[in-house]
């Protein structure tokens, strides 16, 4: 072959403005993690941001907990139907994992501490998620709706309740999956500074 | 005028693998291609989730450590925007990654995540499905658009699943298997592709 193999990894398109952010010092962030929009994103110790993970804060601030950990292609602060600019777009508390191509709209929505959002699910503008939930893969959560604490979102929208009572064993194994993906992910958290 | 060719869209290997250029493949040195393998545009795959838990037989001979996230056999094809990522869980006490292995003939279809331990061979996977960390898939199996396997399930050889979560819906027929066959699909793609033979 006489042309040159160019890089398997194509360049993450840099496009819009570039925000301001406020990283904890121990974060792992990768290069090619998105971050786009006009307001702050805040981001706190030992989180995790997978490559490719988009974080969109043009129609507010972006806020992700402690070790949380955003796999890759999901979406903070997607801008939905509504598309309204409020103070706060997407906070997130301690140990929330976002997987891989989960939506979270923009506009007040808040997601608890040690929620687990599954692959592809797609939270409303203005969902209040509770605390320990876990939304199964291509779950659905409406705008503005509430979910309750412990609560588990499983085939098109059937709730009950985690009764196991392994929140802090959850939050052990984040934080031990954490220490693994910390030396896996080269961070590069300069970048987006 | 340049002899050179203009550049395709794939990027075509001795073995035969067309991989899109617009794929996105981190940690390459981690993913084995079988050969014949199609990667459309979009695609993602995490070769640098290795695992950081050698198998005891291992360490004990000194063998340098295998390190393959994500290994496929031929003529696998992966369509546009779907995603492969290896497992991962507490293993003795520490997070650990587990390899993905994909047998030959495998179709995964545009949009879904796989994060199987194992999948066999002529195997069918649709639009839009979800596989959970460390199911097992085995040979000739077909999984319908939309469905979201559950971690740890196993789907034994010939059967249907659908569904959220995933529930054997049925069997593949008598003489249902060379639907499972992807020669020709193969050929259709790539930097020349042929018409499919009607």
Redo the contacts between chains.
């Keep these: 072959m006489?042309?040159k193999?160019?890089s398997?990894?194509?360049p993450v398109s840099q496009s819009g403005p570039k925000p301001p952010v406020h990283f904890s010092s121990s974060i792992t962030i990768a290069d090619?993690a998105l971050l786009i929009g006009t307001n702050l994103i805040v981001i706190h110790s030992e989180s995790v941001i997978h490559?490719?993970a988009k974080l969109d804060s043009l129609a507010g601030r972006i806020t992700v907990g402690r070790r949380c950990i955003v796999h890759?292609?999901a979406t903070l602060g997607a801008v939905g139907t509504s598309g309204k600019i409020t103070e706060a777009a997407v906070t997130l508390g301690d140990y929330v994992t976002v997987e891989?191509?989960a939506s979270i709209e923009a506009g007040e929505t808040v997601i608890g501490e040690g929620t687990v959002v599954?692959?592809?699910a797609r939270v409303g503008a203005g969902a209040v998620v509770g605390k320990h939930c876990t939304l199964?893969?291509?779950t659905e959560i409406a705008a503005g709706e509430v979910v309750p604490d412990f609560t588990v979102v499983?085939?098109?929208g059937m709730r009950r309740t985690d009764k196991r009572g392994v929140a802090e064993l959850k939050n052990k194994?984040q934080a031990?999956?954490i220490?693994?993906l910390r030396?896996?992910?080269p961070s590069n958290p300069a970048k987006f500074a | 005028m340049s002899?050179?060719?203009p550049?395709g869209e794939y990027?075509e290997t001795d073995t035969g693998n067309k991989?899109a250029?617009?794929?996105?493949?981190?940690g390459?040195q981690n993913i084995m291609l079988g050969g014949k393998t199609v990667i459309q545009p979009e695609v993602?795959i995490?070769g640098?989730?290795?695992r950081?838990i050698q198998a005891s037989s291992q360490s004990a001979s000194g063998a340098p450590p295998n390190n393959t996230a994500v290994s496929i056999g031929r003529y696998c094809f992966l369509s546009r925007g779907c995603?492969l990522?290896p497992p991962?869980r507490?293993y003795k006490?520490?997070?650990?990654?587990m390899p993905l292995r994909m047998g030959d003939h495998v179709f995964v279809g545009p949009?879904s995540?796989i994060q199987a331990a194992s999948v066999g061979s002529h195997v069918h996977i649709g639009t839009?499905v979800?596989v959970?960390e460390f199911a097992i898939i085995k040979d000739y199996v077909r999984i319908l658009d939309?469905t979201?396997v559950p971690p740890n399930m196993v789907i034994p050889s010939l059967s249907i699943v659908a569904?959220?979560?995933a529930r054997l819906i049925g069997e593949v027929p008598e003489g249902g298997h060379e639907a499972f066959e992807l020669r020709d699909l193969y050929k259709t793609v790539g930097n020349n592709p042929q018409p499919a033979p009607s």
Excluded at chain 2, 21 to 26: D, E, H, I, Q, W
């Design positions: 006489s042309s193999r160019h398997i990894l194509p090619s490559p490719r890759e292609r891989v191509g599954g692959v592809g199964t893969p291509h499983y085939s098109n194994g031990r999956q220490d693994v030396r896996m992910i | 002899r050179r060719p550049r990027i991989v250029r617009k794929a996105t493949l981190v390459t993602m995490r640098d989730l290795i950081t995603c990522r991962g507490l006490g520490t997070f650990t990654y949009g995540v839009n979800v959970g939309g979201v569904g959220q979560p």
